[in-house]
């Protein structure tokens, strides 16, 4: 038996009742959503931290300007000098955004340290500086003496793989002079010991100012900025002038905040290109917090790195080619293994 149809009116009249339901329904769903898009909860305190390098320098314009008032009533800014500091820093979840070498934050990832790496902002910090203004590349050093700090650290085995690629024998081309820190290095190079040395930015650029102004202008040799070891790995491997060498990790309370790690990493980015397009601003900032570095020093380091800027995930493929490089020739740089995928966070900028 078939039923018979309804009437049109009872059925404009139904419809007529069931759509303020419809609506009620919607406006509800509507406000579930707004809900789940309302900031995170203001906390009491967040610690950023950094070496006094150039990966640093946005840290601290985010606690000048107060970008992250909406997240935490206290922001503050820790240095940390040496790896012991860092490691305590990691192992006892006293930081939660950390500027660090992108293949420190890979050792410490594969020890089990719960972090993740975020981005990566400095992709070219090392240089060779030397008294030679004629040096055009890593063969032109064939036979001479080269400063190096930190013996069988990532800036050594970085020179050593680029220099063999360049033809050169380290045991019979070469004269490696080994001293314990970037400082000692430079005053090397400053008193006339040896005619170049190994360093990173900013003291590249600290050595480049304190060798032009007097008293050391009398006495140390005219400097320059001979060979960047980010365009000598472009040219030696055919591929783009840039090494993946610096970037921000989240770890303490932001590791397991993914809306928290989110908000720090794009106040960051906003803060990175404050500082590309400010740079004596920026200089001058770092100058403040940093009592080694002057306004002038802090600005050159800003200029002379390469302008580019990705999330750890866009950068995986290069990470990965710049962690088996450290893996084959000193695999605890790098903690022993490749990190896997979910070291590698971040979204687009």
């Known amino acids: ?8 009116h009872r059925v404009t009249a139904f419809v007529r009742r069931l759509l303020p339901c419809c609506l009620a329904l919607l406006l509800a769903l509507g406000s579930l959503a707004a809900g789940a898009s309302e900031p995170p909860t203001v906390r009491e305190r967040l610690v950023l931290s950094g070496p006094p390098a150039v990966v640093s320098f946005p840290l601290l314009y985010i606690v000048e300007s107060g970008m992250l008032a909406d997240v935490a009533k206290q922001v503050e800014f820790v240095r940390w000098n040496h790896p012991d ?8 979840g006293k930081s939660d955004f950390v500027a660090m070498p992108t293949n420190v934050a890979a050792n410490l990832y594969n020890r089990k340290v719960p972090l993740r790496l975020m981005n990566v902002s ?3 910090m090392l240089w060779v500086v030397s008294r030679d203004p004629t040096l055009q590349s890593l063969a032109d050093l064939k036979g001479q003496e080269v400063a190096i700090p930190f013996r069988a650290d990532m800036p050594d085995i970085l020179f050593g793989f680029l220099a063999e690629r360049a033809g050169l024998d380290l045991k019979r081309d070469l004269k490696i002079r080994y001293l314990p820190s970037p400082m000692d290095a430079m005053q090397w190079l400053i ?15 600290m050595a480049l100012r304190k060798t032009g102004s007097f008293p050391l202008s009398v006495v140390a040799p005219e400097l320059h900025r001979g060979l960047s070891l980010h365009q000598e790995w472009g040219r030696l491997q055919h591929t783009q002038a840039r090494l993946p060498q610096a970037g921000m990790a989240v ?10 790690a989110q908000r720090l990493e794009q106040a960051y980015a906003t803060a990175s290109r404050w500082c590309v397009e400010q740079a004596q601003a920026c200089g001058a900032l770092a100058a403040k917090y940093m009592d ?8 050159d380091a800003i200029q002379a790195l390469p302008q580019h800027y990705t999330s750890a995930r ?3 493929p290069e990470l990965e080619a710049f962690f088996q490089l450290l893996l084959e020739r000193q695999p605890a740089t790098v903690g022993g293994k490749l990190p896997d995928s979910s070291f590698y966070g971040g979204v687009a900028p």
């Open 122 to 124: 400095v992709w070219g």
């Open 251 to 260: 770890m303490g309370q932001a590791f397991a905040d993914e809306a928290l």
């Open 1 to 8: 038996m078939t039923a018979n149809p309804l009437p049109m």
């Open 85 to 92: 500091q860092l490691r305590a820093l990691a192992l006892e």
């Open 292 to 299: 080694m570095l002057t306004p002038e020093a802090a600005t």
């Open 314 to 316: 866009q950068a995986q």
């Open 191 to 205: 008193m006339r010991r040896v005619d170049h040395a190994l360093l990173a930015e900013p003291a590249v650029s």
